[in-house]
């Protein structure tokens, strides 16, 4: 069951620029079409590869913040371990101390002096 056209075409100059007229609009559309596809293409390439990017410095953002609080409690560490050493270093200046040290360790006496070693005594000095 198919209708037949009961309408049939003028072949006129006006029916022909009219043709032409739809036919270049037509050609105008599907070129916009195009445009946009192509524009929104990019935008989405564009805005894909920048959520990548910002989610890579993040990570790395957190790797590093990771690391510097790592690096600040060794910091801490090795500034306890300066000041005990510079403690240390005021000690070692001192002649009595290191006498001290000399006498303890080493089981140096002075003139006539008996020095006698009890299981319970720390040497750590």
Known sequence: MQKKKTVTKLNSQYMEQYDAHVERQKRKKKRLVRRLVLFM???VLIAGSMAVYHF???ALHTEKMEEYKQLQEELADLEQ????????????????????????????????????????????Y
């Not at 000041?83 to 360790?105: G, H, M, P, S, V």
Request: proline share 2%; charged share 40%.
């Open 41 to 43: 293409t990019l935008i």
């Open 56 to 58: 890579q410095q993040r």
């Open 81 to 124: 371990k300066e000041k005990k050493f510079k403690e240390e270093i005021q000690l070692l200046n001192d002649e009595d101390y290191i006498l001290e040290i000399a006498r303890t360790k080493y089981f140096l006496s002075k003139e006539g002096e008996l020095i006698f070693k009890t299981p319970d005594e720390d040497s750590s």
